[in-house]
């Protein structure tokens, strides 16, 4: 009787000791960053994109001869993106390309017109011809 009596006690403090041991928080809860849009803090043109294509895309600007790497996109999902205004030539032409990781067809937008704080709005989807892009 002693020991489950011992036994008991020892259960019912284990069980006090569990829910008083809630913990305050010292530090801040993380709280997700607000973005603020890119075109209105460093005059960049932003790029929305809505990647209706299962790959992961890594995002280029197509800049001559070179890809300039702006970010990536998960599949099945959207994201925004800047154009800094120090990568995109003079001539306001912007071309993009996006890069499917694990699988070789890339998808590129036309070139399109567009100036500082412009917003770009491109649509991936699972194919090329299911792709079209704006600006605005």
């Not at 801040?28 to 890119?38: F, G, L, R, V």
């Not at 067809?105 to 991936?124: D, E, K």
């Amino acid at each position: 009787m002693r020991r489950l009596l011992a036994g008991l006690t020892g259960l019912a403090a284990l069980t006090l000791g569990c829910g008083t041991g809630r913990a305050t928080p010292s530090e801040p809860t993380p709280q997700p960053a607000t973005e603020k849009p890119a075109k209105e803090s460093h005059g960049e043109t932003v790029v929305q994109i809505d990647n209706q294509n299962f790959n992961d895309m890594n995002i280029y600007l197509l800049d001559a001869d070179t890809r300039v790497f702006l970010g990536a996109v998960n599949g099945l999902s959207t994201g925004t993106l800047a154009i800094p205004r120090a990568a995109s030539s003079s001539s306001l032409r912007v071309r993009l390309l996006a890069d499917p990781i694990g699988s070789s067809i890339p998808i590129t937008t036309p070139s399109l017109s567009v100036g500082p704080g412009q917003t770009v709005y491109w649509t991936i989807g699972s194919t090329p011809s299911n792709s079209f892009a704006s600006a605005d």
